[in-house]
């Protein structure tokens, strides 16, 4: 009888463990598909190649240089939208200036170089960056970037191949 009991117990016992693994791996999956960070590309734009962050999904889009120091080994972040839209960009909790840059298809369709941070304004007083054509994507790059390669509406770029 003790020997039925045990079986029975170690039966047990092994559905916990079962049960736990699902969790952690469960766990793991949802932690890699929201909480993980952007990937890096390399990106060629108006001749010059560029390993840029992507921000794809919009968690990733919602934070964008949100809070980082500086762009660290990237040279910009492209924010890709799943629709051609007037996509408007902000300078949440930023620390440095940019210069943002709206894509469509494969060419640049406006440019605001220099924007600033308002890292102490409320999401309200955040003031709203528009391009002035639709666009399917956006590049944001160091402020002076686009006059130092005199980048202008009209240029192409594209992506080049996945680095991360």
Known sequence: MSFIFRSKKQSEFKKWQVVLLLIIVGSAVIFKIFFSGPRLVTINLAGTELKVLVADTP??????????????KADGMLFIFSEVGQHAMVMRAMQFPLDI?????????????GVEPEASKSEAELTPYFGRAPSTAVLELSAGFAKKNSLKVGDSWEIVKSVK
């Open 59 to 72: 968690a990733l889009r919602y934070q964008g240089w949100s809070d980082y120091k500086n762009m660290g």
């Open 101 to 113: 840059v709206w894509l469509n298809g494969k060419a640049v369709v406006d440019i605001a170089p």
